[in-house]
């Protein structure tokens, strides 16, 4: 690999660039190619845009034999409304995994840096804050705070928005008046589905690091399964 | 933003390597068959004095992509290399989960 290109590498991917970055095995020719690039060959942005879509290397046939083409999609966002207790270790545990992490609570004595060193914080109200943070197809959302003047605008941008997986933190019985208000607010009941309520899987989890570790894991599963 | 506890930071490493005045190769999963223990895109980066960054398989391989990936600072040409389920002669580096996985190693040049 030309230096040149390990640098630009690292330069898409610090900007959260998507690239895919495509070898000749025959000769080890290189290029970057960008799904948004005009000037590039066809075939090529198509097999970029087609590993970049299923974040998956594959081998493709091109001029001159086989081409690897390896997809640099911009990290996966994990967004944690509520910077309470468990948002520490599930924010930490989201970072390990490769997320990039955002925590979103207007209280700023919650979102503190002592509390969250480290961390991205946002105090703005949470609709705001996701109309900013705008979500993505690879993005995850939980909703922690148990209170829904914090929960409920987050979990209604969450509902509008392609998000991959959207979490709320809450008992069953919070969680069916949680559904109840989202629904006088005019979500059906497939758009309200979506949520994962009681948040997290079954994994007898009590302490908030063993919380964090049953919604990271239940993340995990609805994103590769 | 700098991400210390990711654990995806291989190019970030051999980026920084490089510019130190260190000879880097990488060495990537290109594909995969049965149970390979890591996906394809997988990575791994090795400085010249053999310290490495990174993973292409669970640690069945590594000693050797990472002698092999050096070998390419010399030569200047990247190699695909082919690994299998180990067989009978059982000193010979493979994959004990059965698996086959072919891996690229190329030096960073320039």
Redo the contacts between chains.
Sequence with gaps: ????I??Q??RD?AEKRAVALA?R?T??IQKLVYPSDTQEEKWLIEAASQVLASD????VEGPGGEW?L??FNP?LRLILVGAVHIAQPLS?MG??A?Y?VTVVDPRTSFASPERFPEM?LLTSWPDEAMAALAPDARTAIVTLTHDPKLDDPALQAALRSPAFYIGALGSKKTHASRVARLSDAGFSQDEIARIHGPVGLAIGARSPAEIAISIMAEITETLRK | MSDALSHDNVLEEAARWQAEGRKVALATVIETWGSAPRPVGSQLAIRDDATFIGSVSGGCIEGDVVTRALDTLETGKPEVLEYGVTDAMAWEVGLACGGRIRVMVEPVTG
């Design positions: 690999m030309d230096a040149n390990l640098q590498l690292v991917r070898t095995l000769d080890g998956r290397g594959a081998i690897f390896n997809p990290p930490q970072r390990i490769g990039d991205r």
